[in-house]
């Protein structure tokens, strides 16, 4: 079985990594392959039971690939549900952008 989470880490970077630096106004074209990319986790991430929650959870509530910044919040959001599940902290989405793009404030 994989190792749960070493590729949460990996996948939420990749995720995360991603929506940082989507585009402020996405065309149809980056929109759709966002929303494949997002629809495609619950189908094949190798961690099922984490996948059948995660199907959950974008059933709940939908993808907002419209803009970089709600769709970096939706993201937030949703690896936020995770962290209250497993007892984790809840990270600060104001701080994203500092975490997965700009770096700290010097
Ligand atoms: P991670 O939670 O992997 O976070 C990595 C880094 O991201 C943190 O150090 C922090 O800098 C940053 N970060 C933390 N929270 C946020 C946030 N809300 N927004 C932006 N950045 C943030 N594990 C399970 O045991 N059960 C599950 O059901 C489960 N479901 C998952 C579903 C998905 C879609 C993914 C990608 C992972 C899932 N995982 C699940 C793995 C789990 O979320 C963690 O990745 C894993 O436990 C390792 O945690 P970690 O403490 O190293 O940091």
């Known amino acids: ?3 749960v989470e070493a590729l949460g880490r990996a996948t939420w970077s990749f995720l995360h990594a991603t929506a940082a630096y989507y585009p402020a106004r996405p065309t149809t074209h980056q929109r759709a392959n966002m929303l494949n990319l997002i629809h495609a986790l619950p189908v094949l991430y190798p961690c099922t039971h984490c996948a059948a929650d995660f199907d959950d959870k974008i059933k709940e509530h939908p993808p907002d690939v419209s803009s970089r910044e709600r769709l970096s919040k939706w993201f937030c959001e949703r690896h936020n549900e995770v962290n ?3 007892g984790k902290e809840m990270f600060d989405c104001a701080k994203v952008d500092e975490r997965w793009k700009d770096g700290p404030p010097d």
């Open 1 to 3: 079985p994989p190792d």
């Open 84 to 86: 209250e599940k497993l």
